[in-house]
């Protein structure tokens, strides 16, 4: 395969193997759509799954949060983890209930995190977070304190393996059960949508939305 | 606490914890809400975690899907699982880039799964799913196959403890940055609609949409 992943049992999608990719194109596309992941890890056998934030960096994943976090404590030290990413794009209603099922796009991405060291690695990483999101925003903003750079954790997680997993379209149903007309049958699509920006009460009103920002506006 | 989780400290929420809640009437509007969970589980020290639609009855938490899943395979044994609903609500843009933020509700709970043995109570719990969705829609459908039931699982976990974690409003900023009016800052609320559900093309076009689904067209 061209740019994509090999994967070992860990990774490779068993059910349902026609929704499976392992391109880095599909599995960096969906990464960089998600609005947060969810990063799981294990300490003494009990697994925990934290919703976070994230970016990405080429075939590193990057998040970061409290340098007192339960979760970046553990993941820092290099322990197995899994970043998955899931979009909800809707309910499929078929005409039995067997077939139901959803539309969606996953990404499970396995590697092992290690904190990003030293202050200005840490302020690059987390410069390219704010960046994507809203350019020009870092810089109009004041510059970290020391402190708060101290108390700030960034993991770099390389992505060791990968499998995307996708689901679009109607019901696929049994032959004989599209026959049976009582049943509206099709799609409840999900949508993605962001609301108006909603200034701080204590914003000067004069101050203009960013460009940036604009994107967001009713759409 | 009245009717509520006492979190030991697998549950216990260390950082921000003026975010926390544990009673159960905030854990279950969280779990309700979510369109899906990721569900958190370790083989030899590797952890997965795999998104999946779930309801829940009570204090018990119900996933599906094919008996040969992994994830059910696996979780169905006893292990220790972490199920972890997250809703992004939206960006938090503060003053300084350490204050940004996200708004989010989500829920951690931690139990150990088991199957749901017996087709009669398999196609219980699948009818509570459906029914809370889609209210008469089961019965519309033509009842399932014997060879269907046996190819799903059904896993039930009965929570043993779960936390919550509820971000919302403005940014917080330090009160010296609050004069920094370069800084357009608020809040982007995330949305979570429903598009016009989409009839099937092979669905008979004089097929009325049911009464379930008219609170989901253009809302």
Not at 83 to 111: C, E, K, Q
Not at 119 to 142: H, I, N, S, T, V
Not at 177 to 206: E, Q
Request: hydrophobic share 35%.
């Amino acid at each position: 395969m061209p740019d994509g992943y090999s994967p070992t049992p860990r990774a490779k999608i068993k059910r349902s193997h026609k929704r499976a990719r392992y391109d880095k194109a599909t599995v960096f596309e969906i990464l960089d759509a998600a609005q947060m992941v969810h990063v799981g890890y294990a300490i003494d056998e009990q697994p925990y799954v934290t919703p976070t934030m994230h970016w990405r960096d080429g075939d590193t994943l990057y998040w970061h949060g409290s340098s007192a976090s339960k979760m970046l404590r553990a993941v820092r030290t290099g322990i197995p983890a899994c970043v998955t990413a899931a979009i909800f794009d809707g309910y499929v209603l078929a005409r039995s209930p067997f077939h139901h099922s959803a539309n969606y796009r996953t990404v499970m991405a396995f590697g092992r995190a290690q904190a990003v060291e030293g202050r200005q690695a840490k302020e690059d990483a987390l410069y390219k977070f704010m960046e994507e999101l809203w350019p020009g925003r870092w810089d109009a903003c004041r510059e970290n304190y020391t402190q708060e750079m101290k108390a700030t954790c960034v993991v770099a997680m390389e992505i060791e393996e990968a499998a995307a997993k996708i689901r679009t379209g109607p019901p696929v149903d049994d032959e004989e059960d599209y026959a049976n007309v009582k049943v509206w049958s099709g799609v409840v699509p999900a949508l993605h949508k962001y609301g108006k920006p909603v200034a701080d009460d204590r914003l000067d009103p004069d101050t203009p939305l960013p460009d940036y920002l604009s994107p967001y506006r009713g759409r």
